[in-house]
């Protein structure tokens, strides 16, 4: 069986974690900002791997 | 008047004048329309079978410059059942290491890695007009032998007429026009096949707006004998992306993205090569221009490649960007496909509906090549901003991490396309590796003596593995041999029995002339093995 993804509250310290992703940002220029960016979507989709479940991420981020 | 388009490079079929020009027009069972690497390895598998075929082509012989350079192990296989394989592999330039850059970084290395126990090895670099000159020497073999093949150059097709039993063709020689008749027609003319234009069928898909100026430089470098792929090149002037590759004859292909708004007549010009080549190699280089070329591409495909008696083969059908080596690779397997089943048809021994499947297989190979192209080019050369800041977050995850590498797309190297579920294929009853399931093509395999693919030939094939198949010469006519293997006793290195047993103790396989795959079985009847053969000679209806 397929897993669903996973679209309810699921980060342990939610602020914290906003913190640290905006913290990342910081600095960078827009073009700088959006080659993290997507750096940052590959390296957590290698993680999650399952094509399906990313299938279903994309859709929700539509 | 026939037009000179281009120079030649081996003149191997000089213009004569046909002694029949003022009578008649003589009928042929299969003349084939463009003498390049698709129609001459179409003429020479049939030909070698004994159907009567007649090349023409509108120039005395082959075409300069390296064009297609990377010659895939399938295509090598099917030349060397042709018989050129040998002289090819000797020629060509093996190589399994690439290297990728990304400006002055680089990314990543990989090697191809080749599985043992093959006798091709996994890709050769070798000239065009090489691998051309190569087939149409074998052909004058063949002639020798008695092979019923004919060669006429300078004879260039300027239009044609359909009829019920035949195709009209209209030609043009130095001494004026003539016509042939032609029972089947194979267009083997091209991407600007007049073969197409004449019939006015559609080729549609997407252009790619770009530009590459391929450079083959004549030099001695002590550079290794590998692929070096270049994203945003650090060098000046050098486009978008550049590309190194070694081939025989101390031969140095280069290519570079240039991009679409360019002045072709300028970006040709020697000097304005040269300051693009010195900037890649270094001040002080030593070389020679030996061919410069710019090229543009599409990706797209006919509909179908069969129209009644008119068969399309190779780019006149469907063509691909370069990245792959999916062009002449994939029309030399056209050739493999239809020349088996139009020398069935030609000699009345299956219903013409088999070249449907002709269409029907190879409409399915072209559209898993135009796919890699496609996505090879859109990684090569993005067309949105968003779309080039992940290709070069890809590129610089891809020097740290492992993950990111196979996202890296300079090209999916050419493999021959598996018919999964399509109509010539038979039943799977065998629990078998999934490599040599029904459609797939036989992978080779190291035997006591020789090679596997060898010993299969271009016949139907019966492989029999560690059981005794049913005694069958022949089905209503067709030829059918059978190869009985004792893997104990045939297989020393154990490939055999990995590459279609598995775990398996025993199976019977039905190999067509083009070496794919019909049916496999544990243990297969007369009967079953009858109604297979019928399916894959477009008999089973």
Redesign the interface.
């Known amino acids: 069986m397929t897993e669903e993804l996973n679209l309810t509250p699921n980060i342990p310290d939610p602020d914290g974690f906003y913190d640290e992703l905006l913290a990342a940002h910081a600095g960078l220029s827009k073009?700088e900002s959006?080659?993290f960016n997507?750096?940052l979507?590959?390296?957590l989709a290698?993680h999650v791997g399952d094509r399906a479940i990313l299938q279903q991420a994309l859709k929700a981020a539509g | 008047m026939v037009d000179v388009r281009y120079d030649i490079a081996f003149k191997m079929y000089p213009y004569r004048k046909v002694p029949a020009m003022g009578a008649a027009p003589v009928r042929h069972p299969v003349v084939i329309v463009g003498g390049g690497p698709v129609g001459m390895a179409a003429a020479l598998d049939l030909g070698r079978k004994g159907t009567p075929v007649l090349v023409l082509d509108d120039h005395e012989g082959i075409g300069r410059g390296s064009r297609a350079i990377c010659f895939a192990k399938r295509t090598l296989e099917i030349c060397d059942r042709l018989g050129a394989g040998k002289v090819m592999l000797d020629k060509g330039v093996v190589w399994n290491v690439g290297k990728v850059f990304h400006g002055d970084e680089r990314v990543f290395e990989f090697n191809l890695q080749p599985e043992d126990g093959h006798k091709a090895p996994a890709f050769i670099n070798l000239q065009q007009p090489y691998f051309e000159k190569f087939l149409v020497n074998e052909i004058r073999a063949a002639q020798a032998d008695g092979a019923p093949i004919e060669i006429r150059g300078q004879n260039a097709l300027v239009g044609l007429t359909r009829h019920d039993d035949h195709v009209l063709l209209d030609l043009d020689t130095p001494d004026g026009p003539y016509q042939v008749e032609a029972e089947w027609l194979i267009a083997c003319d091209g991407a600007r096949s007049t073969t197409r234009e004449g019939l006015g069928l559609s080729f549609d898909g997407r252009v790619f707006e770009d530009n590459f100026l391929i450079a083959d430089v004549k030099m001695k470098a002590d550079f290794p004998t590998e692929r070096w792929f270049w994203f945003e090149p650090p060098f000046k002037d050098s486009g978008a992306s550049a590309l190194l590759h070694k081939q025989p004859d101390d031969i140095w292909r280069i290519d570079f993205q240039l991009g679409w708004d360019i002045d072709r007549a300028t970006e040709l010009q020697p000097d304005k090569i040269r300051a693009r080549i010195d900037a890649m190699l270094g001040e002080g280089a030593e070389y020679e221009l030996d061919w410069t070329s710019i090229y543009t591409f599409q990706c797209r495909r006919m509909e179908k490649f069969r129209h009644g008696r008119v068969l399309f083969a190779g780019d006149s059908a469907h063509q691909v960007s370069p990245f792959g080596a999916r062009g002449a690779n994939s029309g030399v397997q056209d050739a493999d496909n239809l020349a088996w089943k139009l020398d069935l048809v030609v000699k009345g021994l299956a219903p013409d509906s088999l070249l449907d499947t002709y269409s029907e297989e190879r409409v399915r190979a072209a559209d898993e090549n135009i796919l890699n192209s496609v996505r090879a080019t859109d990684f090569l050369t993005p067309k949105t901003e968003i779309s080039k800041t992940f290709r070069n977050a890809v590129l610089k995850l891809a020097q740290q991490h492992a993950f990111a590498r196979p996202l890296v797309n300079s090209g999916r190297l050419s493999t021959p396309c598996v018919y999964d579920g399509l109509s010539l294929n038979g039943p799977d009853e065998l629990d078998g590796p999934a490599r040599s399931r029904v459609g797939a093509t036989c992978a080779d395999a190291p035997m006591a003596e020789g090679f596997l693919l060898n010993r299969l030939g271009g016949d139907f094939t019966l492989l029999a593995l560690n059981t005794t198949p049913p005694d069958m010469a022949d089905t209503d006519g067709i030829a059918l041999r059978t190869i009985t293997l004792e893997t104990s006793r045939d297989d020393p290195t154990g490939a055999i029995a990995a590459r279609y047993l598995g775990d398996q103790p025993q199976g019977i396989y039905l190999i067509r002339p083009d070496q794919h795959i019909v049916a496999r079985w544990a243990t297969a009847s007369t009967a079953e093995i009858e109604t297979a053969m019928r399916n894959a000679t477009g008999r089973g209806i």
Do not use: M, Q, S, Y
């Open positions: 073009p959006d080659a997507a750096r979507i590959l390296v290698n």
